[in-house]
């Protein structure tokens, strides 16, 4: 490495990143795919976020105040979230809905879910706690 070449990026002092990577990084997370991705991101599928992050309760519900909560946690804004459902597959009569299922935002991975539940009761196995 020559004196004369540049830092690696992680190295550089704060306020000297490139213009373009810091816009990138200061704009907000749209919708409710960027939820999901993150959630997929963090714990490997949205069922575990679901089951650790979201229905703590255990009840198979999140309620709107809490989606929105999580939604500002990580920079999304809930306006943004409720009205890109659809784009997950949700019907827009579920954006009228004062909390949400694992089903409004993981469709596949519900079914999975449904499919296994469905497969131990069949075997005579209980999944109740």
């Given amino acids: 490495s020559s004196p004369t070449s540049k830092k690696p990026v992680k190295d550089r002092p704060k306020g000297?990143?490139?213009p373009a990577l810091a816009a990138v990084a200061a704009e907000p997370r749209r919708g409710a795919q960027?939820?999901?991705s993150l959630f997929r991101q963090r714990r490997g599928c949205v069922l575990r976020a679901w089951r650790l992050d979201l229905d703590l309760r255990g009840y198979g519900r999140v309620y709107r105040?809490?989606?929105d909560?999580?939604?500002r946690f990580h920079d999304?804004?809930?306006e943004d979230?409720?009205?890109s459902l659809p784009e997950l597959g949700m019907a827009p009569m579920?954006?009228?809905?004062?909390?949400l299922e694992l089903s409004d935002l993981a469709p596949d991975e519900a079914l999975n879910l449904n499919g296994f539940i469905q497969a131990a009761s069949g075997c005579g196995l209980s999944l109740d706690s």
């Fill in 16 to 18: 000297t990143e490139s």
């Fill in 34 to 36: 960027a939820l999901v």
């Fill in 65 to 67: 105040e809490e989606i």
């Fill in 69 to 71: 909560k999580i939604c």
């Fill in 76 to 78: 999304i804004r809930p």
């Fill in 81 to 83: 979230f409720w009205a």
């Fill in 94 to 99: 579920a954006q009228r809905k004062d909390f």
